[in-house]
């Protein structure tokens, strides 16, 4: 999970909980979500697109070429993310347990 | 006339032969004291006697007795129509040969001097006692005066009468009953009659004015003479002569005894008169039609004409004869400087007499409104080159000059835009080059001299999807529309810049475009400031959005450990994640408005999973005020938790439908229905909800519309209306 907003990430973290997440790894910024993955290897992700003022892409790019599915959660909408990320999974901040559940089944199955 | 006794031989008298002869012929006898010239001759011609007066006559003395000397003691004879009389033939001859008188015969004497004289000769044989002639005797009397007389009355009627029948003047002789009694040939050849034709008729019946001709005989009548007095003749052949008739009566004794006319033929003269007068009028007509003022002067500068538009013009009449050069009341210089009348170009044109083109001056009308007007006076000169007068045309140039004053005027005002404007203004050619540039775009291309890029393509300021837009601009152009796109342009230092270009046909005259106007319209400043405003409204939602994930964080966290009901947690969610979609709708539309439909559809997409066939929502498209849309959003998420939990949404065979139009008038209304059937029986809730407070307020109060709720044992029905401002609908 990558999201600066600490009582947002507390909420998202409680969801992957309850959809049954063994392992959450969370990272506030580009950096610490870098080191993160370099760490660890997690089966799917979770990226809040603007990270206070900076753009989460190249995570969603490091992923993409390892091959880690994952979702972006954005208060935006998709027009705030770039075209050649319109095929992944978009969740409109806020969204529920059933949002996030079908957004990350969604990533899975692709 | 004196006759000559018989010289008879008295019976047995006392007179003697001789004494007789002396008494006769003595110096102091008889004949010589008649004022007659008497001679005798013997039978053979031979000259006896003759007295003084005879030799006075003949200019010459004979010799008596000689033998030749016959018949007559004249030089020379003729006969009155001038051929010679020889002596032979004489009357004297003639008697003596035949014995008889002979009377009042005429001769011409020649005298030796050379003069004539003109004789009434009587002659009478001589005979004796037998019967037997003896000689004659020749009685003549000087009748040269009233030969003379006679000759020339003659001559002077032969002339007459030449004259009258010869004489290029017309001419008739009318009696007092007005009967023509005779007429020239000249008249003849005038009217075309012959003689007979004419003779013996009435004059009235040859004059086609029987007014004329009845005053004409009146005239005559009353011993009054006729001159030139005006009268129509009527021709053989039915035309009319115009004639003038000068005539008199001529009177013998008090007696009218006939009128002389002298007709003289003036058709010619007339038709000249009539072209003239008609050539006038046309040109009087001319002068008054032509639209220029057009004035006459005499020799001496005095008006003596003008039209209608020179009055006009002048703004007063000049008095006709004392005015003079011009009929205006003053006159200036184009500068301004007065003209003194006597100096103003008509003037010029009369003193220099020649014709002068086009000069410029100013007049003053008495009103003080002065006009300024070329003038083009041109001296008129009769057929000797002698200066008659002057015409002059004045042409009004006001309407001219005020025209050339504002178009010059526009001309300036069109330059001061062109420099003053921010906007790069250029004009191009049908193909889209350049043509000319304003400052501001010269300044805007970064280039010292406007000539390097004139005839450039417009399209070279464009690359990619802005030059296909510049084409397609230049297109609508040039078929007399306009284009407008909106496009960036780098400057060649690298300066990123945005366009609002607006491409406009120049038409011509006859409505074809001519050439293209190009305005454009710097607009990086708005176009950054959009971006900045998008970049907010981005990240406005961001925060409103993080804000309201922070809010369900908290609530989530709170209930739980608060011990609340997982289902208390699902409602609150629910109304804010309905919020948030609310919140959606308009940052997609700019926080301005949403569209009505699509909010509807969201809110209801949750409740909807699995029984998109039960949910039939239908209207227009309405797109409603941003504070409406979050209000209406509110409402219709409790409608239908409502519908979900209790009404036709929880069973099966329940079904929703959602109806709305637009009332449209002075104030638009948004009428919606909401109505419920097949699910469970409705019973009116006893205790009023969060969700029906929250319409009824909302709907009253918030969006000052009205909400009529129905809880019917069918299914529950809400009629709302709302009003939608129409300068707040997008």
């Not at chain 2, 009042?104 to 005979?127: C, F, H, Q, S, Y």
């Not at chain 2, 003689?195 to 009054?224: M, N, P, T, W, Y």
């Not at chain 2, 609508?476 to 496009?487: D, H, L, P, S």
């Not at chain 2, 989530?556 to 629910?574: I, K, P, T």
Request: proline share 5%; net charge negative; glycine share 6%.
């Amino acid at each position: 999970l990558v999201e600066d907003e600490a009582m947002v990430a507390m909420l998202i973290e409680d969801m992957l909980a309850e959809l049954g997440c063994a392992s959450i790894w969370h990272a506030g910024s580009v950096e610490q979500a870098l080191r993160l993955l370099r760490e660890r290897w997690p089966t799917v992700g979770v990226l809040d697109v603007n990270l206070a003022g900076e753009a989460v892409f190249p995570i969603a790019e490091y992923m993409h070429e390892a091959r880690i599915p994952f979702v972006f959660a954005t208060g935006y909408g998709s027009s705030g993310i770039p075209e050649i990320w319109h095929s992944k999974a978009i969740l409109r901040k806020p969204f529920t347990l059933e949002h996030l559940r079908a957004g990350l089944q969604a990533s899975l199955d692709h | 006339m004196h006759h000559v006794v018989p010289h008879h031989r008295p019976d047995g008298g006392t007179i003697t032969p001789d004494t007789l002869h002396q008494a006769l012929w003595s110096e102091e006898g008889l004949l010589e004291t008649l004022p007659v010239a008497v001679y005798t001759c013997d039978a053979e011609g031979t000259i006896t006697h003759y007295n003084r007066r005879a030799a006075e006559f003949w200019g010459r003395a004979p010799q008596i007795g000689d033998k030749d000397e016959r018949f007559c003691g004249a030089f020379r004879l003729f006969l009155s129509d001038g051929t010679v009389l020889a002596h032979a033939d004489t009357p004297m001859a003639h008697t003596l040969l035949t014995a008889q008188p002979q009377h009042n015969k005429e001769v011409w004497i020649e005298r030796p001097d050379g003069t004539r004289m003109a004789a009434l000769v009587n002659i009478n044989p001589l005979l004796d006692e037998n019967g037997r002639l003896i000689g004659a005797v020749n009685c003549f009397q000087d009748i040269t005066l009233r030969k003379r007389t006679e000759d020339a009355l003659q001559r002077r009627e032969a002339e007459l009468t030449d004259f009258f029948e010869n004489g290029a003047i017309a001419m008739h002789w009318v009696g007092p009953d007005g009967i023509i009694l005779r007429v020239n040939r000249a008249e003849l050849a005038m009217l075309g009659y012959t003689e007979k034709e004419v003779v013996g008729r009435h004059i009235s019946e040859f004059h086609a004015d029987q007014d004329a001709i009845a005053d004409i005989l009146r005239k005559l009548a009353d011993g009054e003479a006729l001159h030139n007095y005006e009268a129509q003749l009527i021709c053989k052949d039915s035309s009319i002569r115009e004639v003038a008739i000068s005539s008199s009566v001529f009177w013998e004794d008090d007696r009218f005894v006939h009128t002389r006319c002298f007709t003289l033929d003036i058709t010619q003269q007339k038709r000249a008169e009539k072209l003239l007068r008609s050539n006038e009028q046309r040109l009087r007509q001319l002068l008054g039609a032509i639209p220029a003022a057009i004035y006459t002067t005499d020799a001496e500068g005095r008006i003596i004409s003008y039209n209608q538009t020179a009055t006009e013009l002048w703004g007063c009449c000049p008095r006709l004869g004392e005015d003079s050069w011009c009929g205006s009341w003053r006159l200036y210089w184009p500068d301004g400087t007065p003209m003194p009348h006597d100096q103003c170009p008509m003037a010029v044109a009369l003193k220099e007499e020649r014709p002068i083109r086009s000069v410029e001056a100013v007049l003053e009308k008495p009103d003080g409104e002065r006009v300024p007007f070329l003038a083009y006076p041109t001296p008129l000169k009769d057929d000797d080159g002698k200066l008659v007068g002057a015409i002059n045309m004045m042409v009004d140039i006001s309407k001219h000059k005020r025209a050339q004053e504002a178009l010059h005027a526009s001309e300036e005002f069109s330059r001061s835009i062109l420099r003053a404007s921010r906007d790069c203004i250029k004009v191009l050619d049908l193909d889209a080059r350049l043509l000319s540039i304003n400052e501001c775009g010269r300044s805007y291309l970064e280039v010292e001299d406007v000539s390097a890029i004139l005839n450039t393509s417009y399209f070279e300021f464009w690359s990619g999807e802005d030059r296909f837009a510049a084409e397609r601009a230049v297109e609508r152009a040039q078929e007399g529309r306009v284009g407008r796109f909106t496009a960036h342009y780098r400057t060649p230092s690298g300066k990123d810049s945005w366009w609002d270009e607006i491409v406009t046909p120049i038409l011509s005259p006859s409505g074809k475009p001519e050439r293209l106007l190009v305005i454009s319209r710097e607009i990086t400043e708005a176009k950054r400031a959009e971006e900045q405003r998008e970049l907010l409204i981005a990240e406005l939602n961001h925060r409103v959005k993080n804000t309201l994930a922070t809010v369900q964080s908290i609530a989530v966290h709170s209930l739980r450990n608060g011990g609340v009901s997982d289902s208390v947690a699902a409602v609150f969610e629910g109304r804010l994640l309905a919020l948030s979609r609310a919140h959606d709708h308009l940052s997609s539309a700019g926080w301005k408005s949403a569209d009505f439909g699509s909010i509807l559809s969201d809110v209801l997409q949750p409740f909807g999973s699995g029984k998109a066939d039960r949910v039939q929502l239908r209207g227009p498209s309405v797109h409603v005020p941003a504070g409406a849309a979050v209000a209406l959003t509110m409402i219709f998420h409790e409608l239908a938790t409502n519908a979900a939990k209790y009404g036709a949404l929880s069973a099966d065979t329940g079904y929703l439908t959602v109806r709305w139009k637009m009332a449209i008038g002075a104030n638009p209304t948004l009428r919606l229905s909401w109505r419920e059937c097949g699910g469970p029986a409705v019973e009116r809730p006893a205790r009023m909800g969060f969700g029906r407070r929250l319409l009824e307020r909302t709907i009253a109060q918030q969006l000052n519309g009205r909400a009529k709720l129905r809880f019917a044992p069918p299914g529950f029905r809400c009629i709302l209306e709302v009003p939608i401002p129409a300068d707040q609908r997008a």
